[in-house]
C-alpha cells in the first residue's frame, strides 16, 4: 500500500535559514505528491504539487520542491524562512492510476518552527 | 469564486448523538472527500464521493455515513459517537482531470 514518511515532526530554523522539510514515499510508480500547509486552526492550503511535468516545482510563499525518483523524495525547500512560516506542512501522494478515485494519502506533518 | 465550504465550523456534542457535517464543494468540481485529523496528527481519509457514487472508503467503523446530492454538496453522518471522534473534520473537492484537492476550513467536532 502506498505510504508517505516525513521525516522529522518538529523543525526549528532561524528566521532567514533555510528551510528542508524531508517527504519520502513508497510506490514503485511515480505518484502525483503534493504539499499542503496548515495554519493554527485553519483548513489545509496546497502549496505545491508534482503531476508529471518538470521535477523541480515551485510553489507559492517561496517555496519549492524536487522530485526525485531514485530517491523516492520529494523534499520542499525554501531558502530562507520568514516567521510566517511558522505552522505544520503536511506531504500527501495520490495513485496516478486512480482515475477519478483521487484519495490522498498523508504524512504524519512536520511542524515548523521560525526562530527571530 | 467561492471556495470549498463548510457548516458548521464547530460543534459540541455529548457521547452516543449524531452528527451531520455539510461541504460544498467549488463550483464545477464533481469529486468531494472528507477526511478526519485529530488533534497533532495527519489527516486520514474517510469517504470519496464522484457523481454522487461512493468511490473510496478508508478505515472508519459503519458508524461513519456520507451521501453526495445532485448538486455535488455532500453529508458526512456519524452515528453513536465516541470521545475519540472528537477532530477536525475535512471536505476536499477536486475536478475531473486536475488532482489537486481544494480544502475547506473544516469542523471541528467536539464531543464531550
Known amino acids: 500500500a502506498q505510504s508517505v514518511t516525513q521525516l522529522g515532526s518538529h523543525v526549528s530554523v532561524s528566521e532567514g535559514a533555510l528551510v528542508l522539510l524531508r517527504c519520502n514515499y513508497s510506490?514503485?510508480?511515480?505518484?502525483?505528491l503534493f504539499w499542503y500547509v496548515q495554519y493554527p486552526n485553519q483548513g489545509l492550503q496546497l502549496l505545491l504539487k508534482y503531476t508529471s511535468a518538470a521535477t523541480l516545482v515551485k510553489g507559492i510563499n517561496g517555496f519549492e520542491a524536487e522530485f526525485k525518483k531514485s530517491e523516492t523524495s520529494f523534499h520542499l525547500t525554501k531558502p530562507s524562512a520568514h516567521m510566517s512560516d511558522a505552522a505544520e506542512y503536511f506531504c500527501a501522494v495520490s495513485d496516478r492510476n486512480a482515475g477519478n478515485n483521487r484519495k490522498l494519502i498523508w504524512g504524519l506533518g512536520t511542524s515548523l518552527a521560525v526562530n527571530p | 469564486d467561492a471556495g470549498v465550504t463548510q457548516s458548521p465550523t464547530h460543534l459540541i456534542k455529548t457521547r452516543g448523538q449524531h452528527v451531520t457535517l455539510r461541504c460544498s464543494p467549488i463550483?464545477?468540481?464533481?469529486?468531494v472527500s472528507w477526511y478526519q485529523q485529530v488533534l497533532g496528527q495527519g489527516p486520514q481519509f474517510i469517504f470519496q464521493?464522484?457523481?454522487?457514487?461512493?468511490?473510496g472508503r478508508g478505515n472508519f467503523p459503519d458508524r461513519f455515513s456520507a451521501r453526495q446530492f445532485p448538486n455535488y454538496s455532500s453529508e458526512l453522518n456519524v452515528n453513536a459517537l465516541l470521545l475519540g471522534d472528537s477532530a477536525l473534520y475535512l471536505c476536499?473537492?477536486?475536478?475531473?482531470?486536475?488532482?489537486?484537492?481544494?480544502f475547506g476550513q473544516g469542523t471541528r467536532l467536539t464531543v464531550v
Open positions: 476536499a473537492s477536486s475536478g475531473t482531470v486536475n488532482t489537486e484537492a481544494f
Open positions: 463550483s464545477g468540481h464533481k469529486s
Open positions: 464521493y464522484y457523481e454522487k457514487e461512493e468511490r
Open positions: 510506490s514503485s510508480v511515480p505518484p502525483y
